[in-house]
């Protein structure tokens, strides 16, 4: 290499150029308008209004109770590779221990005080998160642990277990349905002018929201959010880094699950009575939102999730019969349009 | 020398697997006479398809390494080509064969667009996806009720020479009339004969050895110069065809066709039990897996409401062992297979001669 | 003779049913850079890896700074004081530069003085300092990697291929970047097939083949043997001008 001052200037310019060039930023804006464009374009269709609005707010909460129990899963999938085929249990029976809180405390639910009803609600939900915390806990010791990294033993063994928890749920509450009443001051309508929106849906709503809030801080602003995103991108990196991530796995697929239990109990709420298999009938729809939203992405799986709900229930009022496959078709949409789902991790 | 042209070659390898498999043979082919009444032969003629179904499911995933969920659609749709043909147009072998084709031509056209788009998709993608694909026909085969019957499915006439109230000959066999349930018996019994042996003769053929290295690697299926995407399409095709024709079958037999006998997800959970305890990969593991998973379904139900009823004085166990829960014996089973026996027990038969040679 | 740091012994390693290493016998000696060359295919990579712990050795020993850590898993390897820059870069791109380098802080923030030190290496990363890592160029991520790895003070760092695809100007810069780092505590042990980028940064050299150790000793002793370099790397350094 020649070093007169001329090639040494030029060394030290092409330097500067090559090394000072800002990168362009990019936001992926796209899929952020899918949910505005998608709720414009209904307001002619559905023709009024005031049904709009109830739909559109049906649409929210459904989402948002979908995005609740959804998003543990779609984590646990993005960080450990693991395929939770039972995550429905999860939700099943955090919605039989929510009646362990609210059959019994029928004063504070039948009560006509919001306190009274929302600590009957904090409760059930507390209830539910730490039986499903724990259950999670060993699910993941005893079913899962012995499985890592192996597929398709891992989709057979957590459909079993889905299988056994729910038979487990009929040994324990019997195999009837059970009624889960919705607390008095939840029930009924707030009226916006023509409008008349459901006061639970905006509870969940609420509710929703608080979770993805909370979730997006911890994924952003803690120590642990910053691990486990750099881990479901590059799990072996971390660990080249110093950090046990086995150890946050367990944690996170605690989280997950009592995440799926707090979804439980919303959706039980929702439903109004429960069968065994209300987890596994919402799998199918869980699955559809988290490979909508990209697995091991959080954003993608909230805008999935508000997404498939707000078709199937415009579609539900302008074209019921398609409704029922909706789900489906969105999917197939959206991966025709970008293959591995709204927000791909960009893998090892 | 003949047993080894009819088996492929791929014979038994284990003397207790080849006396376990000519028994149920032999069971099999003479079941109208061994035992009378309407329920040994309805578990009989059970046994038979769901040999053929489990073994055309372990063709994609034992053989080609597939993991789809989508297998109780093509067993669907072959029953209900069958059955709605049978029931719209006057019962006859005309109906049967356009029913048929009808079916096998849906399922060809499926299993194609499914295996491509296989191709998009990483393998985890694709599992979940057929999963949804099926649930969503499963939905729409009783959301359509004038068309499929809806969730009560429909019943139908078949082809006269099947009829129940069909003789064949006046006289009575070992106490069995021969109607025409022992003719539909026969029917199901040698179609499915045909269709495993037929099974066999794929897998073992250089055709199903390609399939087996896609399989293991398909990287280097690919550096051999084998375009994996066709062979795990035609994969893909071929099980889809023969769960096609296994359900037709099963609707010759029930007479009947409906969302819950044959596209709920308790059949996909049923063939993934059956494969997994008997042995993937290996096509025998379907015989003895379905025999013994039919056998217990049926009988075993009845000896777990006995002992339900003895221990009536303690709830808890009684509720355990109630007859209902019977999925629930089964999830632990399905559970400790996966465990303990990943070979199955083909596997595991075939593994003790190994050690002892 | 200066402190032996780290030694392979004997070291083979197996991926599924390839035999990668068949007996690798390598010294890295405490302060200075030791580079690690060979073709491709040769095992360099294999070798880093194993040294983390990200792949087991099937037999032999290796010890790092006193300890038997061939059994060791990857997180406390680490903790023990190695640094792994991959050839990838293992870039989180999801993740800011600042988030980035904020994960090689075990202790929770980064230490101010240390930071402006590796500004000083590598100033172009103030700029970028809350990009998400995957808008980079190949150089500045590169640089990234590197910083990452040394933003807390590492007894070793690993290094595959740091100039693989990039640009003579990015590798003028790293080469100054390694300078300086040779003068603090750390030793480096460099996996390099562009002989000219090194010959004057190392100190000692090892020659890797077909999964073993051929040559070990003196870097000068090498640069000053065109036969020598011939027979071993199979090209001559002015191939490489």
């Known amino acids: 290499m020649t070093t007169t001052a001329e090639n040494r200037a030029e060394v030290s310019a092409a330097l500067a150029d090559s090394a000072m060039a800002l990168p362009r930023l990019r936001i992926d804006y796209q899929p952020l308008l899918i949910i505005p464009l998608l709720a414009l374009l209904a307001m002619p269709l559905v023709g009024s209004f005031p049904t709009w609005v109830t739909l559109t707010v049906a649409g929210l909460a459904m989402g948002m109770m979908i995005f609740i129990m959804a998003s543990g899963l779609t984590l646990i999938f993005g960080l450990m590779d693991v395929l939770n085929f039972g995550h429905g249990a999860f939700v099943s029976v955090g919605a039989f221990t929510a009646t362990l809180v609210l059959l019994p405390m029928k004063n504070w639910v039948q009560a006509d005080s919001v306190l009274l009803n929302l600590s009957a609600l904090g409760l059930a939900v507390l209830l539910a998160m730490l039986v499903t915390g724990v259950l999670g806990w060993a699910f993941e010791r005893i079913i899962i642990r012995p499985v890592y990294g192996l597929h398709l033993k891992q989709i057979l063994i957590t459909m079993g277990g889905m299988i056994v928890a729910e038979q487990m749920i009929n040994v324990i509450w019997g195999a009837e349905q059970i009624p889960l009443p919705l607390p008095e001051t939840f029930r009924g309508v707030f009226v916006f002018g023509d409008s008349a929106v459901e006061k639970y849906r905006l509870i969940a709503v609420g509710i929703g929201l608080a979770v993805f809030i909370a979730m997006f801080l911890v994924l952003n602003r803690t120590k642990i959010g910053l691990l486990i995103r750099a881990g479901v991108e590059n799990r072996e990196m971390v660990e080249a880094l110093g950090y046990r991530i086995r150890r946050l796995f367990v944690g996170v697929f605690v989280a997950g699950s009592a995440l799926a239990g707090l979804g439980g109990v919303l959706w039980g709420l929702y439903k109004e009575t429960l069968t065994a298999a209300i987890g596994g009938e919402i799998t199918v729809l869980v699955f559809i939102v988290i490979i909508i939203g990209g697995l091991g992405s959080v954003g993608g799986c909230f805008i999935g999730a508000i997404l498939v709900a707000l078709v199937a229930n415009y579609a539900g009022f302008l074209a019921p019969k398609v409704a029922l496959v909706s789900d489906i078709l969105v999917m197939v949409a959206v991966l025709l349009w970008r293959p591995q789902g709204l927000y791909a991790v960009a893998k090892r | ?357 | 003779m200066s402190e032996i740091l780290l030694r392979l012994s004997a070291v083979h390693t197996h991926i599924g049913q390839y035999h990668i290493l068949q007996g690798v016998d390598l010294i890295v000696p405490k302060g200075g850079l030791t580079v690690l060359l060979g073709r491709n295919g040769a095992g360099k990579t294999t070798t880093l890896r194993t040294i983390m712990g990200l792949w087991h050795a099937s037999q032999g020993t290796l010890s790092f700074a006193g300890n038997d850590i061939t059994r060791w898993p990857t997180p406390d390897i680490a903790s023990a004081g190695v640094a792994y820059v991959p050839e990838n870069m293992g870039i989180f791109s999801d993740l800011t530069v600042r988030e980035n380098l904020l994960l090689a802080a075990r202790a929770g923030e980064l230490d101010a003085a240390r930071l402006d030190w590796i500004f000083g290496l590598f100033p172009a990363l103030r700029k970028f300092w809350n990009q998400p890592a995957g808008t980079l160029s190949g150089g500045q991520k590169q640089m990234v990697a590197i910083a990452r790895a040394i933003a807390e003070p590492r007894k070793l760092l690993l290094v595959d291929e740091p100039t693989k695809g990039l640009a003579p100007a990015i590798v003028h810069s790293l080469i100054t970047a390694f300078r300086e780092l040779k003068t603090t505590d750390t030793s480096i042990l460099l996996v390099e097939q562009n002989f000219n980028f090194v010959k004057s940064l190392g100190d000692t050299v090892a020659v890797m083949d077909d999964g073993r150790i051929v040559h070990a000793g003196a870097m000068d002793q090498l640069a000053d043997d065109t036969a020598l370099q011939q027979r071993l790397l199979g090209l001559s350094l002015t191939a490489h001008e």
């Open chain 2, 1 to 357: 020398m003949m047993l080894n042209k009819l088996l492929s070659g791929d014979f038994p390898r284990s003397r207790i697997l080849a006396g376990l498999l000519l028994a149920i043979f032999l069971g099999l082919a003479l079941a109208p006479f061994i035992a009378s009444g309407a329920r040994p032969l309805n578990v009989a003629a059970t046994i038979c398809v769901f040999i053929v179904l489990v073994a055309s499911y372990d063709l994609l995933l034992g053989y080609t390494g597939i993991v789809s969920f989508a297998h109780t659609m093509f067993y669907g749709i072959g029953a209900y080509g069958v059955g709605l043909a049978l029931n719209g147009m006057t019962p006859g072998w005309g109906a049967v064969s356009i029913g048929l084709a009808c079916a096998l031509t849906l399922s060809l056209l499926l299993a194609l667009v499914i295996g491509l788009f296989s191709l998009r998709v990483k393998a985890i993608f694709f599992a979940m996806i057929t999963l949804a694909v099926a649930s969503a026909f499963a939905v729409l085969a009783s959301q359509l009720s004038e068309f499929t019957g809806g969730e009560d499915g429909r019943s139908f006439k078949v082809p006269e020479i099947l009829q129940p109230g069909f003789r064949l000959i006046d006289a009575e066999i070992f106490g069995r009339a021969v109607d025409g349930k022992v003719i539909t018996y026969y029917l199901v019994f040698f179609s499915a004969l045909a269709l495993f042996l037929g099974m066999l003769r794929i897998v073992n053929s250089p055709f199903g050895r390609v399939l087996q290295s896609i399989r293991e690697n398909d990287f280097r299926a690919e550096a051999l110069g084998y375009r994996t995407v066709i062979y795990r399409t035609l994969g893909n095709c071929l099980a889809a065809l023969v769960a096609t024709l296994a359900g037709a079958l099963m609707a010759l037999w029930l007479r009947y066709v409906g969302p819950k006998t044959f596209l709920s997800f308790e059949v996909m959970t049923d063939i993934l039990l059956i494969v997994v305890i008997g042995g993937m990969g290996t096509l025998y593991g379907a015989v003895i897996g379905a025999t013994l998973f039919i056998l217990a379904q049926n009988y075993l139900q009845t000896l777990m409401g006995q002992a339900s009823e003895m221990l009536s004085d303690v709830p808890f166990l009684a509720q355990l062992l109630h007859p209902d829960r019977w999925l629930l014996w089964l999830g632990v089973l399905f559970i400790l297979s996966v465990y303990f026996f990943p070979i199955g027990i083909v596997g595991k038969l075939r593994a003790g001669v190994r050690r002892k040679s």
